[in-house]
């Protein structure tokens, strides 16, 4: 049932001086993630501010990592939309090109109902014959999905396989492993969460860390399912004050600076996203600094 299993990133969107999409640029980090050990690529979400890419944008994100990944490890595009006509627009031009599966977001502003977020996946699950992520983060879309929503989802929709839980509520996260009685997948949104995650049955992580430090994102998780669950929480805690620089402001804001102090020149972001605080910008390039990642 598994798209996959460890570690996939939440990549980020390169963008040149002008503010165009750097396809090539975005082509070299496929392949450093790639040639890192990443599990699956994840194009398109929050991390790739897809919420500033026009239709024509995103779906030339989604069509380049997919034919630069030729296949190496899985490819998910995230289509979520708060209007869930765009959703199945950008899901089924997805599937099209090949994607691997879909992530899709709750509605965000509009905040819909239970009721309403279970019409809105099964509309959209209905139209593609990929399995679907849901993802689930509710400080950024105001709109929660609960376990009980999940485990319906779960029962009554054949592709919906997983779910992308960045609540930041482990108790929450026990209750959907209870509700869904296996038949659904759990992928940790949170970085500082992977281990705790992965000891509940999870599969793995969709991250932000992994931009950064994409080997030892996958040995967190490889660590783990090897039965080396000491080996794999000492570099959980090892990471940790990286994770928390990677968040001190909004992402992708960090994980945009720190891709550039990597020498990866990826640009800007669009606004209303602006550059990293130079106070904050300093204690990341310390702890990258400290966890190895810049020499």
Known sequence: MAIFKGAGVALITP?????????????????????NGTDSLVIC???????????????????????????RIPV?????????????????EAMKYGADGLLVVTPYYNKATQKGLITHFTDI???????????????RTGCNITPDTAAILAKDVDNIVAIKEASGDISQVVSIVQKVEGRMD?????????????????????????????????????????????????LQIKALPLINALFSEVNPIPVKKAMNLLG?????????????????????????KKFGVIS
């Open 15 to 35: 963008f040149k001086e002008n503010m165009e999409v750097d396809y090539e640029k975005l082509e070299k980090l496929v392949d450093y993630q790639i040639e």
């Open 76 to 92: 998910i595009a995230g289509t979520g939309s708060n209007c869930t006509e765009t959703a199945i627009y950008l899901s089924t």
């Open 186 to 234: 759990i992928y940790s949104g949170n970085d500082d969460q992977i281990v705790p995650i992965l000891s509940l049955g999870g599969q793995g992580v969709i991250s932000v860390l992994s931009n950064v430090a994409p080997k030892e994102t996958h040995d967190i998780c490889e660590r783990f399912f090897k039965g080396d669950h000491k080996g794999s929480l000492d």
């Open 264 to 288: 990866y020149e990826v640009g800007t972001l669009r606004k209303p996203l602006t550059e990293m605080e130079e106070g904050h910008a300093q204690i990341l390039y310390n702890e990258m």
């Open 125 to 139: 699950a209905k139209e593609v014959d990929l399995p679907i992520i849901l993802y689930n983060v509710p400080s």
């Open 45 to 71: 979400g929050t991390t790739g501010e897809a919420s500033t890419l026009t239709h024509e944008e995103h779906l030339e994100c989604i069509r380049v990592a997919i034919l630069r990944a030729k296949g």
